[in-house]
């Protein structure tokens, strides 16, 4: 008698076991195509990195965006600042960043970059607002090497972004006259 009884035990606890529903996991046939799958890995996947650049109003009412064109387009007018903020929409490597006056003169600053997951955030922050009348253009390009990256591993362009400030351009005082001698 005890030999129906085991089996008896061993075949409730099979059916319990066998019984129980198991957690799915989705298959590649469950309803969801491989094309969507790799549909939706391209949406996540992000699109080519994009700047802007921004400067600081003179009446501390904020920043306003500097337009990027081309240098054929002529140059976007600003007022004069001395606080300009460069963004990406990716991290970057590889990367210098230079502000050029219009003789092609680098230009003192001091500068702070602040990188993330969300992109560059680049401040640029010179001692003395820019000149009015003056042309500048801002650089971003390899720091060693031929080429820049994104954090994706792409390769970027150059990127130069050319401004001008608004306002007369200051005329540079005379030289000191000198005294003759007699």
């Known amino acids: 008698m005890r030999l129906p009884r085991l089996s008896f035990a061993v075949c409730a606890a099979a059916l319990v076991v066998v019984g129980c529903p198991k957690p799915s996991t989705p298959t590649p046939d469950a309803g969801v195509t491989a094309e969507a799958e790799t549909d939706a890995g391209l949406a996540a996947e992000p699109g080519p990195t994009s700047f802007t650049l921004q400067y600081a109003r003179p009446d501390a009412g904020g920043m306003d965006s500097i337009p990027l064109v081309d240098a054929d387009e ?88 050319p401004f001008q400030v608004s306002g007369e351009k200051e005329k540079p005082a005379p030289p000191p006259k000198k005294q003759r001698r007699r």
Do not use: C
Request: net charge negative; aromatic share 4%; glycine share 6%.
């Open 74 to 161: 002529g140059r976007p007018l600003i007022e004069p600042t001395s606080t300009l903020e460069l963004r990406s929409t990716l991290a970057l490597r590889n990367y210098r960043v230079r502000l050029f006056d219009e003789v092609e003169r680098a230009m003192v600053s001091d500068d702070a970059a602040e990188e993330s997951a969300n992109g560059l955030l680049y401040r640029i922050s010179l001692p003395t607002p820019l000149k009015t009348g003056h042309k500048y253009t801002l650089v971003v390009d390899a720091q060693t090497g031929t080429s820049m990256t994104d954090s994706q591993g792409r390769e970027l362009p150059d990127v130069r972004i």
